[in-house]
């Protein structure tokens, strides 16, 4: 009996706190749908058209309120603040090594830093050069290395990069010696694959369409073949259910190769999904 009471208390001093909580109302639309003959209501199906004014407008409130509650959050600066002197205690953090002729290519992450960097040595004790620092690249902009490949002769470096966390990159490619980018860039990009082995060519993975409230735009993806200094409009459609429509590749498959100068007979591919099997 005493646990029953506890449970009341604890259950209307829950209630009491949301109590406090005035949310921004949101309409009901009867958004009836009949799947094989049943129909089943939903007050808020019209919240899936993301595209819509009074949808945009009813999340943007929601966002604000809750920032509003975030604000008001006791010691929440505070903590802020040591979470960030805490930031600046960790070491330095180095990913993705790459070797290619001589040269090694990785991204470093300093203390306090929010997103990592570009760099490279003329083997492994030489000189540190930056290639490329996404965090001053585009004024006015948070830019994030999505990841980045070598070509083969280590002379230059395609580079995937998204704003502001979105899983959409833009892929370009930078001469090492200069340490610039060539002209023309590839957009939208899912991820980037590597260079061919003759180092002419980057292959990647193409969404049909940056938007990311289309559900059709993470459909039917291909990995296409780019020819450096070639217009991005001749990139072949390397590998997909469009290129090889025997194989069956379901829509929701993501087409991927793979290449290796161990073996340069042959490329590899397979197909991955939001599930953790893999298909080669």
Not at 168 to 174: A, H, M, N, P, R
């Given at each position: 009996?005493?646990?029953?009471?506890?449970?009341?208390?604890?259950?209307?001093?829950?209630?009491?706190?949301?109590?406090?909580?005035?949310?921004?109302?949101?309409?009901?639309?009867?958004?009836?749908?009949?799947?094989?003959?049943?129909?089943?209501?939903?007050?808020?199906?019209?919240?899936?058209?993301?595209?819509?004014?009074?949808?945009?407008?009813?999340?943007?409130?929601?966002?604000?309120?809750?920032?509003?509650?975030?604000?008001?959050?006791?010691?929440?600066?505070?903590?802020?603040?040591?979470?960030?002197?805490?930031?600046?205690?960790?070491?330095?953090?180095?990913?993705?090594?790459?070797?290619?002729?001589?040269?090694?290519?990785?991204?470093?992450?300093?203390?306090?830093?929010?997103?990592?960097?570009?760099?490279?040595?003329?083997?492994?004790?030489?000189?540190?050069?930056?290639?490329?620092?996404?965090?001053?690249?585009?004024?006015?902009?948070?830019?994030?290395?999505?990841?980045?490949?070598?070509?083969?002769?280590?002379?230059?470096?395609a580079i995937a990069y998204s704003e502001g966390g979105?899983?959409?990159?833009?892929?370009?490619?930078?001469?090492?010696a200069t340490r610039k980018f060539l002209p023309g860039?590839?957009?939208?990009?899912?991820?980037?694959?590597?260079?061919?082995?003759?180092?002419?060519?980057?292959?990647?993975?193409?969404?049909?369409?940056?938007?990311?409230?289309?559900?059709?735009?993470?459909?039917?993806?291909?990995?296409?073949?780019?020819?450096?200094?070639?217009?991005?409009?001749?990139?072949?459609?390397?590998?997909?259910?469009?290129?090889?429509?025997?194989?069956?590749?379901?829509?929701?498959?993501?087409?991927?190769?793979?290449?290796?100068?161990?073996?340069?007979?042959?490329?590899?591919?397979?197909?991955?999904?939001?599930?953790?099997?893999?298909?080669m």
């Open positions: 009996m005493k646990k029953f009471y506890i449970t009341i208390f604890c259950l209307l001093l829950t209630l009491g706190a949301f109590a406090q909580y005035k949310y921004p109302p949101t309409k009901k639309v009867d958004s009836s749908r009949t799947y094989f003959g049943t129909t089943y209501h939903d007050d808020y199906g019209w919240l899936e058209k993301l595209k819509d004014t009074a949808v945009i407008s009813r999340f943007k409130n929601q966002a604000a309120y809750t920032n509003d509650i975030m604000r008001k959050i006791s010691g929440r600066d505070e903590l802020i603040a040591e979470w960030k002197m805490l930031d600046q205690l960790r070491p330095v953090r180095i990913s993705g090594p790459v070797y290619r002729q001589g040269r090694v290519f990785y991204r470093k992450t300093m203390p306090g830093e929010p997103v990592g960097k570009l760099y490279y040595r003329q083997g492994l004790h030489g000189k540190e050069i930056l290639l490329f620092d996404p965090s001053n690249y585009t004024r006015g902009k948070r830019l994030t290395i999505e990841n980045y490949a070598a070509s083969y002769d280590g002379k230059r470096v979105k899983e959409v990159s833009t892929l370009k490619v930078l001469d090492v860039e590839i957009y939208p990009v899912a991820e980037l694959a590597g260079f061919t082995l003759d180092n002419t060519g980057v292959f990647y993975l193409a969404f049909k369409t940056a938007d990311q409230t289309d559900p059709e735009g993470m459909m039917n993806l291909k990995t296409k073949l780019h020819i450096i200094g070639k217009p991005v409009s001749t990139d072949i459609d390397f590998f997909s259910n469009v290129s090889y429509p025997k194989l069956g590749i379901e829509s929701n498959a993501y087409p991927y190769v793979t290449l290796t100068d161990d073996n340069k007979n042959y490329i590899y591919s397979g197909l991955s999904t939001v599930r953790p099997d893999m298909i």
